[in-house]
């Protein structure tokens, strides 16, 4: 299920859409802060555009909101267990918490998920590269 072809492998393992062969950022590691939020313009193997049109990954936003919460919960439910009750701090520390330790992670899982509504993998893609227009 998690091979090549399937959205979950290029968003599992932050590669191309269209040919799942290149990278989608220049530092591809989920957990790391060195450069995270730099992603390539296009891709290396297939040349297909990362970025189409400025303001592309506005709606990425909606997505990472949705991946925060999952984090975040999951210190709720921690919290929970250790002190029996959850208040409106230790939910704001929950919440800092999340987005310190997996705001790498975050951001690019939720680019990743982005790109790939609108982008399907073409299993040709890395052997015809798209002409790059510019
Ligand atoms: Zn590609």
Known sequence: MLGKGSKLYSIAKLKCPRCHEGDLFENNSLLSWSRFSQMKDH????????????????????????LTTAPTLAFVVLMMLYSGEVTLWSLMAALVLSL???????????????????????????????????
């Open 43 to 66: 891709c290396s193997v297939c040349q297909q555009v990362y970025e189409p049109e400025p303001g592309y990954y506005y709606g990425a936003m909606y997505v990472s909101y949705g």
């Open 100 to 134: 310190v330790l997996f705001l790498p992670a975050i951001f690019k899982l939720s680019r990743a998920i982005w790109i790939n509504i609108f982008i399907s993998y073409n299993p040709t893609a890395a052997s015809s590269p798209q002409a790059r227009g510019h």
